[in-house]
């Protein structure tokens, strides 16, 4: 694990490196999160969170996505709500 060291402005920013930028693939713009853990600070593009959340979210094969899921919920609740009327 490469360290680097940077300053934090008086507006509280910080350069992040070069060289990290291009191997994490951070462009202009991109959009990270902060997390503190244990004094340090971790520093994780949103990109790669949305990934690990992807594929936590992906279903097993042969069974439903969340989303085909909630919809099938959603079509059975009006369902519902209209033999109520």
Known sequence: M???QTVVSS???VVIPA???ERLKLKKGARATWAEDNGRLVLTPIEQLLDEIQGFLKPR???PSMFEEHLRERKRERERERKQR
């Open 2 to 4: 490469a360290t680097y």
């Open 11 to 13: 507006k509280g920013q």
């Open 61 to 63: 094969p042969g069974e």
């Open 19 to 21: 060289e990290l930028r």
